[in-house]
């Protein structure tokens, strides 16, 4: 009998370019489908695809290219749709990208969120969302979340990051809903002298607002499958070292927590790595691919030293994307500004099983160090897509086809993705040199 | 005495330091000679970080140290500091965009290397550049921006700042995550900086310092 050991990446990329349960529009739809995701799935796992594929990452490019606002598809799902839709009939990339990453304007208000300003609401309509960066964890609180994350979260953290949830920072701990029947009591006393119901309002209506944008993307998932369309997408998650530096301690924080207090920061560190494979996991179960996006923030060079990265950043994201493809999906950490000097660092990943995006990061050095070992994503540069001409942008397509698409492994994007103010001959010039150049013979 | 405190701050040893500076305030020494030598360390801290032996959270923090040293001082101090500048630079970061990180570390570092620093945050429209170029005669201004649409902002700047009839008074800087040489030549500015001590280095050729 012959042994056979389960691949679960291969399992489940399988199931995802088979697209069963998609309702097809017809079978030209089902066959391209089939030959998009496996074109994908082919270059994840090393092997030769028939061509390059070409699978964009999109935000605000849709709205512009519709002839939108950003503030429009931020506040209605269904401009988004429409926005989106039009890009993938257009471009005929090999994935379609939903808009989820449009995010709903208001849910963000009913809440009153204070980390981002976003189109209409602290920015112009035609610029992008940007993060409000915090202390929203001081200093002196890393004790206050080890101990109890979820209670720090709800006491402390939701109201220091949305007003409309102010009142739970008076709610008394949740652990007192224990005891005998008294605690319930007690947690209705909290519940009723502190404004709580207001914010449980809130979150209704909030969540009202969360369901039209999800239905929207879930209908879309489903309308664009059926067209022929492999979403990509499948969850998303973070890295630990993010989450704290990004949501709770800010650069400055983390980066200064790294010399006073480095201990606590790594049983946060910890603390947080379960989470973050939840989210991971949760996140991508409701969807046929496996693909797991993980964008990075803080781990590039010059934001930390070599030994620094080894030391904080990189332990949890490893364990991370390890556990992550434990259950067969496809991390794809997008490896924000330039990770030239830790590629031998990043290397250390099972071959064919995630996809690596990269921005500024010498990307043909990376098929050197990386090749035959991770699938490579990018990185036609955002100043060459916005200010440069289709004629540069074939060039740089062509020599990234020429030398990272060699025996496979790349896949063709933006550096960040598709920049949204790229210009529109220059996101065809890219479409239609893959499709034309990037064939494997 | 004085080098053990430079070597301290510039070795990032914060609770030493400012150990060895309550012993020498307590000592009764002139507070200008402790800041002094904070300043000495920064400019340590700012050679390591070109020599790419210290990186920004390094940065950052020896900021903290002195920080934290200029407010123990602080009280005692008589008059202030009159540090002899090299020159002028003027930045922020362009409208639209919030992000502030690289440009405060420019600040610090063109602080740190003796510029005077004119910082007017982010999101600032051009009319900010040319009322503070207007102010301050300073010839050299820099602009910061992370995101792509601040291609269009910077430009729109250096454009405004040409309309005001200040073009000529001034060099102009870009820098921030997605800036190059083809922004630097799209926004119409005299040079972009990869990083910090590229920024340092330009406004020192600028200035004429050595």
Known sequence: MMETSVDKTSEKLDLWCSGTGIAFAGPQAEQEYGERARRLSDAIQLKTPDRVPIAPLVTFFPALYSGMTMQDVMYDPDKAYAAFKKVAVDFQWDTAMNHINTLSGNMLEALDYKQLRWPGHGVAANRTYQFVEGEYMKADEYDAFLDDPSGFMVRTYLPRICGALAPFQLLPPLTMTVPYYMGITMMMAGVAFTGTVSALESIIKAQAEFMKLAISVGTFNAELQGMGFPIMMGGASQAPFDTIGDSLRGTQGIMLDMYRQPAKLLKALDKLLPTAIQMGVSSSMTSLSPVVFIPLHKGQMGFMSPEQFKTFYWPTLHKLMLALIGEGLVPMPFFEADYTDRLDIIKDIPAGKAIYCFERTDIFKAKEVLGGRVCIKGNVPSSLMCTGTPQQVRQYCKKLIDIVGRGGGLIVDGDIGIPDEAKVENVRAMTDFVKESGVYR | ?210
């Not at chain 2, 330091?17 to 700012?46: H, Q």
């Not at chain 2, 140290?65 to 090299?86: F, G, N, S, T």
């Open chain 2, 1 to 210: 005495m004085a080098n053990d405190l430079i070597n301290l701050i510039a070795d990032l040893k914060e609770q030493e330091a400012l150990t060895v500076v309550r012993r020498r305030l307590d000592a009764g020494e002139d507070p200008l000679l402790i800041l002094d030598d904070s300043r000495k360390a920064l400019v340590i801290v700012g050679k390591r970080f070109a020599d790419c032996e210290y990186f920004i959270p390094d940065l950052l923090y020896s900021g903290e140290i002195a920080r934290e040293i200029a407010e123990l001082v602080k009280p005692r101090l008589a008059r202030a500091q009159d540090v002899k500048r090299l020159g002028k630079v003027i930045i922020g970061t362009v409208s639209g965009d919030i992000h502030d990180i690289g440009k405060n570390i420019v600040s610090f570092m063109l602080d740190v290397t003796g510029f005077e620093v004119y910082d007017i945050g982010v999101d600032q429209a051009p009319q900010s550049f040319i009322d503070k170029i207007k102010e301050t005669g300073s010839g050299i201004v820099g602009l910061s921006g992370f995101l792509t649409f601040a291609f269009d902002s910077m430009k729109e700047t250096v454009a405004a700042i040409k309309a005001a009839g200040l073009r000529d008074k001034v060099k102009i800087m870009i820098g921030g995550g997605q800036m190059n040489d083809d922004i630097r030549k799209y926004t119409g500015a005299d040079a972009y900086g990869e990083d910090a001590m590229a920024g340092v280095a330009l406004a020192r050729k600028w200035t004429g310092a050595k």
